[in-house]
């Protein structure tokens, strides 16, 4: 059994750890973005999360076994930039849409009278995960390259389609309840 002390340290060095990358992966999002002609995704307004199978095929080994197949050195390394672009890109987009599924939730949590604690929790506990693997897939991304870290970009898009289906659960039910509150009273 830990002992409070080593918790709170644990917790400790766990919140910082967090904060460091969340503040590493700003910082390499930003770089992308001063150093590309395209820029990152900061502009919210019109975003729509991208369909499962673009993450599989961005993250996918597939292209790179067959860039690899020319023998063509410039070929790879023009291949190994661009993909890396896109899968940073892929990775500023979907943690823009999570911050926006969260902004969106809290706003109807506001309006809410009768939410579950316990359900709530989940969905915070979700939304630091998503937010947390976002930021190690940004690292990953530029030291590894994309290909190599394919399994936690497809539990990254699973899990946050599972948060876009929940918000979008939520509101329906919300929606009816106050639906059903306007014509009864």
Known sequence: MIGIPTALLLG????????????????????????SDVPLLEDEA????CPPEIATRIFSPVDWEFVTG???RELQKLFRR???LVALVWVQQTSTAIRRIMREHTEATRQSHDLHFATEIKLVAMY??????????????????????????LYAQT????????????KVVTTGREFHRAGSA
């Open 128 to 153: 630091a995960e998503l937010m947390l693997i976002c930021g190690m897939l940004l690292l990953a991304i530029q030291s590894a390259g994309p290909q190599r870290v394919s399994g936690l970009a």
């Open 70 to 72: 020319t023998k063509s």
């Open 46 to 49: 019109d975003l729509d999360p």
């Open 12 to 35: 400790s060095v766990l919140f910082l750890l967090l904060l460091l990358l969340a503040t590493r992966g700003a910082a390499a999002a930003r770089e992308i973005s001063a150093r």
């Open 82 to 84: 661009e993909r890396k």
């Open 159 to 170: 899990l946050s389609q599972r948060l876009a289906q929940a918000q979008q659960d939520f």
